[in-house]
């Protein structure tokens, strides 16, 4: 599964965004990665706790809570507080896949423990990809190789299950937020279901409103949550 996101951040939101990362501190980016991927893993990152994170990590959650497409895409339970990279000419994320559990900093969560399983990985573009060249987001699937470059304020989800890399960055800096959903529905399959069946929905009481059959298909949509998630 892979799904655009358009325009989940306005151009104010981007840039504004992009003055805060400006005046951030940047770290390593292998602080956040698993054993087996920081050898692959040749970035930078916003330390997690800073305050540019925080409070561009609240304003991007906020948007995602508002986003119908993202909802419908996602059925998020949890959504992991948003990181910020950059890849200056030169660096690279080789392949790897990303660790199945995550563990939000306990600085985030007043010492509570709290676990992110991660469903779908998020890539939000906050560069303008005239601005640089290579940086893009290559994602294998069982459907073959999907080469993802989007422009700023957009984002993409994709499985998490799946091997992803992205490719040198050859000319600017491409900085990006990056992040991980749990959803209340585990298995991919019937989350893509769920994805179709509510477009299929919104889609028809568009054109004819509330018939009977929009009724009973709505109810269909809820049974089948009721049935595969997990709240
Ligand atoms: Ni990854």
Redesign the pocket.
């Known amino acids: 599964m892979l799904v655009e996101i358009p325009n989940l951040l306005t151009k104010e939101e981007v840039a504004h965004c992009r003055d805060l990362l400006g005046a951030s501190d940047w770290v390593d980016g292998k602080v956040t990665a698993g054993a087996k991927s920081a050898g692959a893993k040749h970035n930078l990152q916003v330390p997690e706790s800073s305050p540019a994170a925080l409070t561009l990590g609240d304003l991007i959650l906020s948007k995602l809570g508002r986003n119908e497409r993202f909802t419908s895409a996602s059925l998020a339970l949890r959504v992991f507080p948003p990181l910020f990279n950059r890849y200056d000419s030169g660096m690279k994320?080789d392949t790897?896949i990303?660790n199945a559990i995550r563990f939000v900093p306990q600085a985030l969560t007043g010492g509570a423990s709290i676990r992110v399983r991660t469903d779908m990985?998020a890539t939000l573009f906050l560069t303008d990809p005239a601005d640089y060249d290579g940086g893009e987001l290559v994602v294998l699937d069982t459907f073959g190789e999907h080469r993802v470059k989007l422009a700023a304020g957009h984002m993409v989800l994709y499985s998490a299950s799946s091997r992803?890399h992205v490719t040198p960055t050859t000319r600017g800096s491409r900085w990006s937020s990056f992040f991980w959903i749990q959803s209340m529905v585990r298995d991919e399959a019937a989350r893509v279901m769920l994805f179709e069946l509510d477009a299929a929905v919104q889609g028809l009481r568009k054109q004819y409103g509330d018939t009977s059959e929009v009724v009973s298909l709505t109810g269909l949509y809820h049974n089948l949550m009721r049935r595969w998630s997990e709240a």
């Open positions: 994320f790897h990303d990985s992803h």
